[in-house]
């Protein structure tokens, strides 16, 4: 055994050296927040966070898309996770805004904030976070979900994660994409309420895409909160999750919503992957969540200078 290989690449995010995931030198910051306390059926997802970091140590640097290693340029920062105290849902939306909005406030400070959840109650408190420190006038949300999540209140509580693009469509209004399970009510919401847009999973399929351009309108000029939800996508690739849907979004579909709207809204403040309950033995949701991690950053941090079109030589 050789001396490096006695030592293991530090516990952050894609096992980045301290002069690349320092606090002062990375662009991106990360908050684990391993918060579970309302989920219906399946559980699991206080260990979503943990999953992710351990599988992104496997992720390789190198990015095809990219031709480089988008990571060493703009530098990731993984924060401890977030202590929560677990007195009650609203006591946690709280705690969540409150903290989103010191981190992205404070000294050194990152330009885009990740979150790793936990359930998706949490981005209830994401939004607010953000309704703090700016205008949310010019705030949107574009949430990637199986479930419309437009209820009042669940089982008894507003902050139910049954309720969390409600609870996001009091501070600014959403974009969904993938629903495909709704309530006779929330139908109902949707159809009188103006702040909510929603694509339909057959839509959110549909090959050509033709909804992104009604995205890329939405974002348009806006800061975005970008909540996913990964029961968003099709069940063959992310069974993962506490409450399944058939149908869904493909890998390939979910990156094209992340290039609009990261690379047509005026930035991405912070984004959140969300009901990461990892099944045991079973690889591959942990790795999808963390590549996808590891892309969202390198499309907000470098997409802009990708998306650039090159000069065209002139030819004499
Ligand atoms: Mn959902």
Redo the contacts with the bound molecule.
Sequence with gaps: MSGEDRFQAPWNFLGLPEEISSPQHARGWLLPIPYESTTSYGAGTREGPSAILSASRQVELYDHEFQGEPALAYGIHTTPALNLVHRSPEAMVANVAEAVAELLTGSPRPEVLGILGGE?TLSAGVARGLAKIMDPASLVAVQI???A?LREEYEGSPFS?AC?ARRILDVCPVFQIGIR?LSLGEAEFLKKNRRVRTVFSEESSEPRGRFLEDLARFVKGKTVFFTI?L??LDPAIMPA?G?P?PGGISWQRLLEVARVVCRQSRKVAVFDIV?LAPLPGFRAPDFLSAKLVYKLFSYILLGREKTKKPKQEKRS
């Design positions: 998706h979900d199986a479930h999540d994660h969390a399970n939800d029961d968003g999750v409450t849907e009901e």
